[in-house]
């Protein structure tokens, strides 16, 4: 048990009330508004009593389901620094999604788009949510009324293991669980960040991740406000509009998405890029192939890093030193990671098992799931990521897929991005998916979903998949079929969604 300080609170260890930073710019919005440290601040601390006003006390969840705006970070500041508990929400979600989320993490407050605003408090009464309040994308709406002039009481002094956010998990298979992260989850893994990759007050990110998932709220605010640095503020991703900012920036976080649609611009080049320090991306797995073609054509290295929600990051390439394509690089300072096989044994270097995590940044529990919170552990502490991996002879994780993604085949393993990697350097594919379909006879089959990229005539690469795999993969491993599509499915990370292609295909 750690005794509670002000210190501990994330809110503080951020520096957010600096009086050295107050003129300095935190974010510069599209329309060029400018918002110093001390606007922050002061919004923070305005809503913070805004919220203690409305009967909100140390412990209570806050759900958030509004668009991306400075108000919105003030108000996830605010959350933080009364010691409430952040719940942010995605836009996309329906109001059945909304039903399920509202009655597990029973908010005293919501805080929703106005347009949103009748049928969210019909439903939020029927969850016993107290109040509902607005906020829009111009920092407008019922909870901006009437903000007190006073200013809130200190920030609440908090032990490590209070609870500052719950986020449920993406949510691309089984019902999404409540991920309980900490002050300290928060705090250490921005400051390990922070360090690793040289972030300070002199850094210019450019902003286009939404603030209701682990990479745009954590990792990308959190390394600007922990350094001082400033943020190009944009509501979403458009390629040309990136394009344009980045000779404004010194760093750019995204997921793969983000970079394939930046080379997919005729005109984006070294030029383009020549003030950008740091590429770094995450969320879902960099193709070799754009990461070669990035290079290319900027002659930059993107920088792959690893993580998840419940962990927040794990594991980074390097700032300095090799970034290897196709591998997530070393696991962070403070952070152990290992490789086990189903008994819990742990593998040699270069076998393929399943990740597990170790560290200050690795969340409390599953939100009101104490039997999965204990499934998930090992009894020495480790987390069970799901994922697969392996480590090399020098050190680099590489995520192989995830352990649901396993096809098993005639009761052998296959591992889909075995084959997706070979698919997707033939000349004609753009990306590919490879999944498991229900099979009389084996289980499951193995199916690749494989997108061209038009340069080969369709009928000519499927033939071309065919035998040329032929030679490359044992015949358990190889797809059974091939089906050509327009684009693969993904949520709002970038992420395929490997379920939902399932369910297209089942039949
Ligand atoms: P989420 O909790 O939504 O952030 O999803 C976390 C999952 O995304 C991880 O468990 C991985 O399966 C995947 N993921 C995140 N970053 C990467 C990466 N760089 N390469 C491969 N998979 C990744």
Redesign the pocket.
Known sequence: MTTNSIENNLYCRLGIDNPERAQHTVLETENGKRWSYGDLSAMAKSLAQTLLNLGVQQGDRVSVQVDKSPEALALYLACLRIAAVYHPLNTAYSLVEMEYFLRNAAPRLLICSPEQEEPLTKLAQECGVEGVLTLDIMGKGSLMNNLPSERANDPVAVGLSTSAALLY??G?TGHPKGIVLTHENLASNAEVLVDLWGFSADDVLLHCLPIY???GLFVACHCVLLSGASMLWNRAFEANSAMAQLERSSVMMGVPTYYTRLLALPGFNADSSRSIRLFI??????LSNTFAEFEQRTGHRIL???????TGMSTSNPLNGERKAGT?GFPLPGIEVRIEDDSGAVLPTGAVGNLLVKGPNVFKEYWGMPEKTAADFTENGFFK???LASIDTEGYVA?VG?SKDLIITGGLNVYPKEIEVLIDRYEGVSESAVIGLPDDDFGERVVALVVPDGTVDSQALEQRLWSSLRESLAGFKRPKQYILLESLPRNA?G?VQKALLRERFAD
Do not use: C, F, N, W
């Open positions: 998990s993406s691309t998932h682990v990479h991306s995450g969320s879902a797995p960099l792959e890093r690893y993580g998840m929600t419940e997530v990521t799901g994922d995520i995830r990370m992420k």
